[in-house]
């Protein structure tokens, strides 16, 4: 097994201080509520918690889980739905949460699956907006915090499961 090091991007303050702010965005753009937040899974569970618990507005939440990374670091543009959303959206004010927009291919297509069903509006936040390998335009509504490049773990991030428990965001980096 490969030998990595973490390296702080984000603390846990920061984190918090930034999802309270997306928080306050989120409400004043929707002070009626009507919301549905989708969060894709696993990634995205610890922001999505505080995220909501943040948000001064009444929200109905579900849960998504697709995958397109398997246990590589890279995305493999596929799509895999394995749980889908039970929550009806037809009309409402949806936002997916997502923990990190890397290439867009997997967020694009599944909001093009969502605009099927009619929702009054689509947004989209997301944890870390990952510029450096965008292969797909992705329209971020809500963004915490932008990198270039970097495979990033922590905050509910992982790497084939592994560091989701970290209370930050930190870069991985291979030390061989």
């Given amino acids: 097994m490969t030998d990595y090091r973490k390296r702080i991007l984000f603390d846990a303050e920061t984190i918090a201080r930034r999802v309270k702010e997306l928080a306050g965005e989120i ?9 549905v937040l989708i969060g894709i899974l696993k990634g995205s569970f610890v922001f999505m ?21 398997k246990s590589a670091t890279v995305s493999s543009g596929e799509l895999e739905i394995t749980m ?7 009309g409402k ?4 949460v997502d923990d990190i927009v890397d290439t867009g291919l997997t967020l694009s297509q599944y909001v093009k699956r969502l605009e099927k069903e009619s929702p ?18 992705v329209k971020l509504d809500y963004r915490g915090f932008s990198i270039e490049k970097g495979f990033v773990v922590g905050y509910g991030l992982d790497w084939d499961e592994r560091f989701r428990y ?4 930190y870069a991985l980096e291979d030390t061989e």
Avoid: N
């Fill in 166 to 169: 970290l209370p930050a965001v």
């Fill in 120 to 137: 009054a509006s689509v947004e989209i936040a997301a944890l870390i907006d990952k510029t450096g390998r965008r292969e797909q335009y």
């Fill in 49 to 69: 918690a505080d995220l909501v618990r943040a948000l001064d507005s009444p929200c109905q939440i579900d849960f998504v889980r697709i995958s397109s990374y």
């Fill in 84 to 90: 889908d959303i039970s929550v009806p959206i037809g």
């Fill in 27 to 35: 409400a004043a753009k929707h002070p009626e509520g009507d919301l």
């Fill in 93 to 96: 004010h949806v936002i997916v």
